[in-house]
């Protein structure tokens, strides 16, 4: 199986070899939606194009053209967390290294290699690549429990050095560089020091650490380089040169210090606000957001500096104050905590899924299929908090994002933009949280069959639903308990019975205001483990398909109530356990897709269900598939194009995928034209309206293949009924709906 197509196997028909396949899904064309904007690392190949390690892959831009390339985990990397970027000027190499251990290279003629090596040595728990040095056609890399070398030439690891001196076995090396016929390295403990003509490295006998205040104010050494004129040392707050004769203290900051570098043979350090040189000058880089580095460089014989931003890529100055930022265009953050698709296309994402864990929020980002914009706090007044946690596309074409405290806001794309508007405790009956009622959280909308918007008031103090009806408002309190209101997770069905559950353990809540005002004939109950087979009260999930089944996630599998319409006060409703997952199942989200196949994100991977459940038809991991991790937070499809995307907390995994709506009427295609049976083994028929009988048929009438297909279009492996393949010739398509009451006919060659 080809590591870029994962083929979903056939459903329910399996029909006679020759005949179309039966609603095949096929996972093709993998790419990686990742952020681009947090800079770990610079540096200039031998053209003057640079090149950026950041946490969502590298960057390559050249500054004079403004192009820039863009290398994720698709036929590039091994992994996206990129610590550390070196140009191999000499070999017109480029060497990224991960947090993770993964080395990659990048060859002039534009292949990458994989070196898997340091990321499998798991007896070092810690592995993350730091920093390179090259000696000759030794590569020597920092890493976060020492050197390791690497031979260009040979393509060989040549030797590990875990060991530093008189410092504790397995230390993390911060930089390195070479001085005076000796590698220098900084660590957390001290600067270590060895001559290069001892026999090995590997000796602590050949390293001597300096650890004294009489060398430096810290022991804790930030960074080490060096320039023509000397060895410079850059602590938390100083800067010391040596330059022959021993370490002096050149410059003291009144700020941490993030970066060490050299403008010809003046030293300079970096600190979040300002350049400052060991010749008195200040420079204040015209920046919007906290410096994260500096490194200078010479591209095309002048000196340049290369600006990390925290949150917003880099930039290149020449005189250190005027900045011009690479055109990096990505999502704002690699946290896709939510996704949605509103009926444009465009894709939401949310950034930060719980403000306790530390991400930090970066906003709501969203995509037209050919620009990344983002909405935060610093070009938008109407959003009041950068975490933004939900986002809910809902069906009069606008999309819901909640935020961790200050309300949610509506989104509404147009051709030229999007309007926001904010909705809170002041102009709506959104509720604050038990003991501060300005704090209010919204964890999800839907619109029901009358039109209403549902907004699902998380924690609200005395209610846990808020709706819009037009211009009105009014709340709902939780009918089972009104003190119970920690609930994340809500569908609504076909009969506007609106399904409530949460993470805290309180079951499954229905509830039918039967679109009235009076409350008497409202339908109100619980389930729960104890009075269903739901498997378990912690919800995590909740989808309705398109028979109008509510698809239940729990941490112990997935569960489905097909009658919906049969709970009541008194009734509580058949709960099915889903075994065709197992119930150490994980779930994590639920989408069901225009062909009604249901979509299961979990911590284990994705997997696909039938239309009724009853078959998982595929299972993706990120051993079989360029999925970024087997934690599948969050999960949506475009049933316009297809594309499937998978949200984890490092970026987002899409497929393109032949899950997509029917059109209403034929707009019949056959791709690849001409098809050859034995060389592209696969064709697609598309355009196909709803319910479609498709016919292949020779031009003499002969019929070769048949199938009735419900989605937009069908796979032919081009053999006939018995099984032989096709002979060359011209072929023809005939699809007939009778639901669009409406036909097509194309055609097609066949070639050897």
């Given at each position: ?6 083929l ?5 028909l399996?029909t ?6 039966a609603?095949?899904?096929?996972l ?10 947090t ?13 950026a390690?950041t946490?969502g892959?590298v ?11 863009e ?9 996206l ?5 070196f ?38 728990p ?6 390179f ?13 020492g ?6 030439r ?5 030797t ?19 001085f005076?016929?000796s590698?220098?390295?900084?660590t ?17 006998a ?6 004294s205040a ?10 080490c ?5 000397g ?5 938390r707050?100083?800067l ?11 410059l ?8 060490l ?31 994260r580095?500096?490194t ?33 265009r990505?999502p ?9 698709v ?23 980002s ?14 938008q ?13 809902v ?9 961790w ?9 147009s051709?030229t ?14 509720s604050?949280?038990?003991g501060?009622?300005?704090?209010v959280?919204v964890?999800?909308a839907e ?6 918007t549902w907004?699902?008031?998380?924690q ?7 709706v ?10 939780n009918?089972?308990n ?15 019975t609106?399904?409530l559950g949460?993470h ?11 679109n009235t005002s ?7 109950n619980?389930?729960?483990?104890g009075?269903?087979q ?11 398909d398109?028979?109008g ?36 199942t ?6 069901v897709?225009a ?8 911590t284990?991977?994705?997997f696909?269900?039938?239309p ?20 599948v ?12 995307y998978?949200?984890t907390?490092?970026?987002?995994s ?8 029917p ?7 056959c791709?690849p034209?001409?098809?050859s049976v ?10 196909l ?8 048929m ?10 009735q297909?419900?989605g ?7 053999t ?6 096709a002979p ?8 007939s709906?009778?639901s669009a009451?409406?036909a097509?006919?194309?055609?097609f060659?066949?070639?050897?």
């Open positions: 199986m080809s590591m870029l197509t994962v979903i196997a056939a459903l329910v399996l006679p070899t020759g005949q179309l396949t609603q095949e899904i096929r093709s064309d993998w790419t990686t939606l990742s952020s681009l904007y800079v770990n690392s610079i540096d200039v190949d031998a053209s003057g194009r640079c090149w390690a946490t892959g960057v390559s831009y050249d500054a004079a053209s403004g192009s820039i390339k290398f994720r985990n698709v036929n590039a990397l091994q992994t967390d990129c610590s550390a970027i140009c191999d000027l000499s070999r017109s190499e480029v060497y990224v290294g991960q947090q993770d251990g993964a080395l990659d290279i990048y060859r002039a003629e534009g292949t990458w290699t994989n070196i898997r090596d340091i990321r499998r040595a798991t007896k070092y810690r592995r993350a690549i730091i920093d040095v090259k000696r000759g056609d030794s590569l020597l890399i920092a890493t976060e429990f050197i390791v070398i690497w031979d260009t040979r393509e060989v690891f040549i590990t050095i875990d060991r530093i001196g008189t410092l504790e076995e397995n230390t993390a090396v911060r930089a390195m560089t070479l005076a016929d590698i220098w390295v900084a957390d403990s001290g600067l270590a020091v060895a001559p290069l003509n001892v026999p090995t490295l590997r000796l602590p050949a390293w001597r650490v300096l650890r009489e060398f430096f104010d810290a022991t804790e050494i930030l960074s380089r060096t320039n023509a004129t060895l410079a040392v850059a602590t707050r100083g010391f040169v040596n330059t022959g004769a021993g370490f002096t203290k050149v003291t900051s009144a700020q941490d210090i993030t970066s570098g050299s403008v010809g043979d003046v030293w300079e350090i970096a600190t979040a606000s300002e350049i400052k040189t060991a010749t008195g000058q200040t420079k204040r880089p015209q920046v919007s957001s906290p410096i580095f500096v200078s460089r010479s591209v095309n014989g002048s000196p340049l500096r290369f600006i990390a931003v925290d949150g917003q890529g880099f930039g290149s100055s020449q005189d250190g104050e005027k900045v011009t930022m690479a055109p990096i990505t704002s953050s690699n946290q896709f905590a939510d996704l949605s509103d009926s444009r296309g465009n894709l939401w994402v949310a950034t930060d899924d719980n403000p306790g864990r530390g991400f930090g929020g970066q906003g709501v969203w995509f037209d299929g050919n620009e990344w914009r983002t909405i935060n706090t610093s070009n007044p109407e959003l009041l908090s950068n975490n933004c946690y939900r986002v809910s596309s069906s009069d074409g606008t999309t819901w994002v909640g935020t405290g200050r309300g949610a806001i509506q989104c509404t794309p051709d933009g999007v309007a926001v508007r904010r909705y809170d405790f002041q102009n709506s009956s959104l604050g949280v038990a501060d009622s300005t704090y959280l964890s999800g619109i029901d069959r009358f039109g209403r907004l699902l008031n998380e609200g103090a005395n209610q846990l639903l808020a819009r009806d037009g211009s009105d408002w009014s709340s709902r309190a009918c089972t009104p003190r119970e209101n920690i609930v994340r997770h809500m569908a609504i069905d076909l009969g506007g609106v399904w949460g805290q353990g309180l079951g499954l809540i229905a509830y039918n205001d039967r009076a409350s008497a004939d409202d339908i109100c619980k389930l729960t483990s009075n269903s739901l498997p378990d009260n912690s919800i995590s999930a909740l989808a309705v398109l028979n089944a509510l698809w239940i996630g729990t941490s112990k599998g997935l569960a489905v109530i097909t009658a919906t319409g049969s709970v009541s006060n008194t009734t509580i409703p058949f709960v099915r356990r889903v075994s065709s997952l197992s119930s150490a994980v779930v994590t989200d639920i989408h897709d062909l009604n196949y249901k979509w299961i994100a979990s284990s991977g994705v696909v269900l039938d009724t459940g009853t078959q998982v038809v595929a299972s993706v991991t990120s051993s079989t598939s360029p999925l970024l991790s087997d934690n937070r969050c999960i949506t499809v475009d049933e316009t194009s297809g594309r499937a998978f949200g907390s490092s970026g987002c899409v497929a393109r995928t032949s899950s997509m709506r059109l209403p009427d034929f707009a019949l295609q791709y034209q001409p098809f034995s060389g592209d083994r696969q064709m697609v028929i598309d355009g309206a709803p319910d479609s009988d498709v016919k292949i020779s031009v003499s009438g002969a019929m070769v293949a048949a199938l297909l419900r937009r279009q069908a796979i032919w492996d081009g006939d009924v018995g099984g032989n393949p060359p010739g011209i072929y023809i398509v005939s699809a709906s009778a009451g409406t097509a006919v194309t055609k060659a066949v070639t050897r």
